[in-house]
């Protein structure tokens, strides 16, 4: 670096922070998904403890609710629901309103929620609280993932993105581990009110978040978004080309405000006066020049749920008693904390060999433990069933786990992001309902013992083959056209 040089975009502690507090929403998301994993059998009344040396609590409240398998499905498959709903709301809002303000608005949810669920004393308070966590998470796993792209430095963007998962993946270990402890008597309702302690955290520490300078900018805010641009990377470092890449990727849409014209006269002399409107969720459908891109994000959040994921994070202790009846519990919280390190492991990987290599490399792997996971549990071999699960998941870890949250980012531009992960995430809820609500009953289908997971063998190579021959590597360009490798296209 030249004498007098600013230094190249760096790692702040600011965007450390910002990135901290953003995620803690996807760890909601994780945390709510398995939740009722370990204290299934206590929440339903089929047992007083998951651990022998447990004892009862002085909670005033009902110490389980009756449920019948079909009836807990339905109260863990409501969480899915709430999902949708705000995965589908969370995008025209954030695009509309701004990224602070929609990230606010989860927290809501994210602490009334968990209250109502701690205090359910019947199946349908029970649901209703879960409905409520599930409108925060889909919100959240919405514009977490398109906050931290944009105010993430652009070479380093796959790694902060591969924290939307990382973040899952703490909330599930969380999780899981409380369930271990306190799957009990009622002490099962600390684990949901945990949930709105995160809520009231990451409420306060919004307050000291700003709003997206990327959104600024996109809106006319350009003085405002180069101040917050600039507090991000650090006081002595150059943001100019970004602020150039803002000019290139949102064209029409980026006008310096009346102040920055003054001081800039010559770039705003060369941009056109037209504002491009926000691209709506009915046009990112309709229109050719988004639909490659739809396709393709929807088609790797359809592959991150069908290819088995959520049976393991939500029913894993229940899927694997009967091979491992004192241990199941132990397992998924050694699952979750593999699930955990691998991700972490792995995240710079997206930014070193593509993200979708790490897609393939991924879905590979899952589809092969599958048909160890299901050969496993048929002959009854507990090391290999708990070997093949542990695989599994980190294969998961490698690629499906974070690189879709990345991917609408950057197959779309600025004024269609919100639309395209709405849609993207609205599926990717669909596809975990059905998850939810219906592996127990595919499981038994089929009689157990493992067979489901043919069916998960046989979606990894069929979603495998679609990544293949659907999805373009993005790492290394500069936006969406170059990755489709046609004109800029200017409304």
Not at 112 to 124: D, K, T, Y
Not at 170 to 178: C, E, H, K
Not at 180 to 189: I, T
Not at 349 to 358: H, Q
Request: proline residues 6%; glycine residues 10%.
């Amino acid at each position: 670096m030249t004498p007098g040089e600013a230094p190249p975009s760096r790692v702040t502690t600011y965007l450390l922070y910002l990135v901290l507090i953003t995620t803690l929403g996807p760890l909601q998301f994780g945390y709510h998904l398995a939740e009722l994993n370990a204290p299934q059998a206590v929440v339903t009344c089929e047992k007083k403890s998951i651990i022998s040396s447990a004892s009862t609590t002085a909670i005033q409240l009902p110490q389980c609710i009756p449920m019948t398998p079909s009836q807990f499905g339905l109260v863990s498959s409501t969480y899915t629901l709430g999902g949708l709903a705000g995965a589908l709301l969370a995008g025209p809002i954030s695009t509309k309103y701004g990224r602070l303000f929609a990230l606010r608005v989860t927290t809501i949810f994210f602490i009334l929620g968990p209250i109502v669920e701690a205090s359910a004393a019947g199946i349908s308070a029970f649901s209703f609280g879960r409905l409520l966590s599930g409108v925060g998470a889909g919100a959240a796993i919405v514009v977490g993932p398109i906050y931290i792209s944009e105010i993430a430095p652009p070479k380093a963007r796959g790694f902060f993105g591969a924290f939307t998962q990382v973040m899952c993946n703490v909330g599930i270990l969380l999780a899981q581990t409380l369930g271990y402890f306190l799957s009990y008597g009622n002490a099962w309702r600390v684990i949901l009110a945990t949930a709105g302690c995160i809520g009231v955290l990451q409420l306060a520490g919004l307050f000291f978040v700003p709003e997206s300078p990327t959104w600024l900018a996109e809106h006319q805010r350009t003085n405002l978004a180069r101040r917050v641009l600039q507090r991000i990377r650090g006081k002595d470092t150059d943001i100019e080309p970004e602020v150039k890449a803002w000019r290139v990727s949102l064209g029409s849409a980026f006008r310096p405000d009346e102040e920055d014209s003054l001081l800039t006269p010559a770039a705003a002399g060369m941009l056109p006066p037209k504002q491009q409107p926000a691209v709506t969720i009915a046009r990112v459908f309709t229109d050719p020049h988004y639909r490659p891109a739809l396709i393709a994000v929807i088609g790797v959040m359809v592959a991150q749920q069908l290819t088995g994921i959520n049976s393991i994070i939500m029913y894993s202790v229940s899927l694997l008693q009967s091979i491992l009846p004192t241990g199941a519990a132990l397992l998924s919280v050694m699952i979750s904390a593999i699930n955990l390190v691998i991700t972490l492991a792995c995240s710079p990987l997206p930014d070193k060999i593509g993200r979708k290599a790490c897609l393939l490399y991924s879905i590979t792997g899952m589809g092969l433990n599958s048909i160890l996971l299901a050969l496993g549990i048929y002959f009854h071999q507990k090391a290999l069933s708990a070997l093949a699960a542990l695989l599994f998941v980190a294969s998961f870890a490698v690629g499906l786990g974070p690189v879709p949250f990345i991917l609408a980012s950057e197959l779309v531009g600025p004024e269609a992001v919100g639309a395209t992960q709405s849609w993207a995430l609205a599926v990717n809820w669909v596809a975990t309902f059905l998850v939810a609500q219906f592996f127990p009953v595919l499981n038994d289908a089929l009689g157990g013992r493992g067979k489901v997971y043919w069916v998960f063998a046989a979606m990894a190579g069929l979603m495998g083959t679609f990544i293949y021959t659907r999805v373009p590597e993005t790492r290394g360009k500069a936006d969406a056209d170059e990755v489709w490798g046609r004109e800029r296209r200017v409304d």
